[in-house]
């Protein structure tokens, strides 16, 4: 298998707080990895470096082997081609669901008109959502809001997605059917990098898991591994503060 | 109340109407690409430049801070040399438009501002020009804040060119004042005056019904 992005020390500062110190991570094709770890350590800094949403301040982030680096006029390309979908959904309230999911294949991508609907409406029909397209996005559920913005970012055919704790606003019970769609993802084979807080979800899913803490992988390891045989302390205890026990 | 009377009010309505809608346009012409360009270049914009931005926000500063009616005459050299004349109501469009562009641009950059920084980013994070950001999504998102905005200006507009009656500007205010000021002819006075709140009346209710149709955010 082939790499789709490579992370090379990477590093990250806010001021003088070092968010990412030094990560370095491939991803193959095919490949979902997720990354856990406790609030403020890095992971969705790591996310956003990656689509240039944060400009890094040292190493080298590649996607197909070419330089993703904020100075260059090859951004715009490089987003087109790694889709993110964030936790508060971020959908354009003025449109309706058709008109978020086509305003980029539209107007970033030129794509023809008649096939991107076409493609959007098939999307919409996958995740159930069909009799929403001309809705607004307030008159969506948080559930339903997230599956929009997950096919919006399909919509501009990705080779990699990443998802930023996208059911961390949810409410519980709308949590399923937004998982549900990304698991259906990972089985037709999408590269995905997944920050995420549900560890059950992340262990259906993942091929790969990270853990990331203080800026920087503290572990790494198939999910069966990971969550049975953690090597670190840290990990260890980041995966009991998930578990309850009646004392 | 004799004919010449309500021909004259009438005259005058329609003055009124030319100087306020005119200049609000004119205004816009020039407010709207100042205000986008303030955005643009602002702290948290999508290119800041402070220098851009400085420059723009002092004359801004400058021209919001002198008074209406000082703006008035102290611009009547250059009224002269646009339109031929200072008195009269296309000429009270010049200071009328130079005070307005002004408040224009920063009632636009407050209108961009409020727009959600989340689906700027979206937006950014699918691949769009900062060009594309500006024109399909921040002017889409902003376009219900950008409505009431236009209808203040409309208002403030309205009652500056009432003011520029004190100089000869032309219109209801022009008749308010020689009429009522000048002749003691009270009636004829307050009758514009309430011609003038309808007008506001007016243009605030249909304002304020054209961006509540158009905002999906709520209702």
Redesign the interface.
Known sequence: MSKVLEIKEITKNYEDINVLDGVSLSVEYGEVVVIVGPSGCGKSTLLRCL?A?EKIDDGEILLDGELINPGNNN??????K???V?Q?Y??????TVLQNLT??PL???KADKRETEKEALMLLERVGLLSKKDS???QLSGGQKQRVAII??LM?HPEVLLLDEITAALDPEMVREVLDVVLSLAKEGRTMLIVTHELSFARAVADRMIFIDGGRIVEEAPPSDFFEKPKSDRLRKFLDSFSYEKE | MNENVIKMLIRGIGETLYMTFLSVIAGYIIGLPVGVILYVTGKKGLKPNAVIYGVLDFIINIIRSIPFLILLILLIPLTRFLVGQSYGSTATIVPLVICAAPYIARVVESSLTDVDGGVIEAARSMGASNFQIITKVLLVEAKTSLMTGFTITTGILLGYSAMSGTVGGGGLGDIAVRYGYYRWQTDIMIITVILLIVIFQIIQSVGTRISAHFDHRKR
Do not use: C, T
Request: no cysteine.
């Open positions: 689509n949403l951004l715009s390309r490089v987003r087109q790694i889709g993110m964030f508060s971020e959908l354009f309230p003025h449109k305003l980029a107007h970033v991508k607004y996005p307030r919006r970012a501009m």
